[in-house]
């Protein structure tokens, strides 16, 4: 296809103006930023789907008695349950983390569920929570200040474990937590948040972890609390994750007592929100590096030398730059015209099923007229 057919409005002198009776506007040049921030970091973890295999990992006999072992038993304890597989089948979603620079090992598993009480397991009865665990929105606004959850658009974190190798890097773990949420929203786009669950008793382990000191070795060079300080450090992990993406959501006032603690993750926190506005001259420098960057060069080289540049410096009634700009970065752009050879697209593309690029009313009193036209050939016939 010549850069003509793709760019049919490239330059004002081949096309006339739109006719009243076509479309305004037409999109001229689209760019946006599909990069990611520190690639080399996020793109060494490939999330997917929970498979019932990817379960045997934190399951296997042969971790017995190891520091995996010891580490997966810390998040076992701590979010109350005894066997992981019990978990992934009562899911509603799940999602498995894979480290390609550690020969594409499993080394977490994320699990989400309808209800925070799927796997609660309370010393004595609460009156207080709702008999039906699914039915907890109720239970949920008389207890917490965030009127805006609904129970169709979010979901429970309610476990998740992560391989002892990333205890102590945050980055990692900050790199994890953003990737698999991000991989949720993404799937499930019609999700706005994610919630977390705590008894009081658990989110004070949580406040009062201290990172062990790796110093403490006895006259051997060993640490007689090794293998304690594993399975605690499990606790550390989930209190990186609550302070990195998470927020406490308040209680409300009541005389009767909630022995919970509720944290969210809004979808906004992930996908950045976009502000859109008209294009400027400072927006150059971002926008050609994205152009070069992430454009194959057959392509790139079939514009000119600040061919965007002039795209934001012409603008005029006729020709408009948008920009979506993100943290005061310019990510992207669309450059929209009115200035367009419509008779050349209809010539050159099947646009019968798009009305011609009429505008609606138009395409009634045409439609109208090709009934007429018919209705008069079959009374002829």
Known sequence: MTKEALFPCSSRACSPHVDPFHLSIFPFFILFDTSSKDDDVSSRFIIKRTE??????????????????????????????????????????????????????????????DTPFALLKLEEPDPALPENPGLWEEWFKMNFQEERINAKQCLWLIYFVLDKKYIEDNRLLEKIFLKVHLSLYTTLNSYDSVLFLLSKTQNQDIENYIKPNEEEKNEEGNDPDADVKVSYSAIGTIQSMVNYIYDVIKEKPSDKENNFVAYINRRVVVFPIIEIRMGNEYDYDDLENIFKDQTPPETTNQFEDFFIAKLIANQDDDNKVLVGQVNDKAIGMLSISTD????????????????????????????????????????KM
């Open 52 to 113: 019932p295999s990817d379960i045997f990992y934190f399951t296997n006999p042969l971790y017995k008695e190891s520091k995996e072992d010891k580490l997966t038993l810390g998040y076992d304890t701590f979010f109350n349950i005894k066997d992981i597989e019990v978990a992934y089948e009562i899911s509603t979603f799940s999602i498995t983390v894979i480290d390609q620079s550690d020969k594409n090992q499993i080394v977490g598993i994320f699990i989400f569920n």
């Open 340 to 379: 367009i050879n419509v008779n050349f697209l209809i010539k050159n593309f099947e646009l019968e099923t798009y009305d011609n690029l009429l505008k609606p009313d138009f395409m009634e009193a045409v439609n109208y007229k090709r009934q007429l036209i018919s209705q008069e050939k079959k009374e």
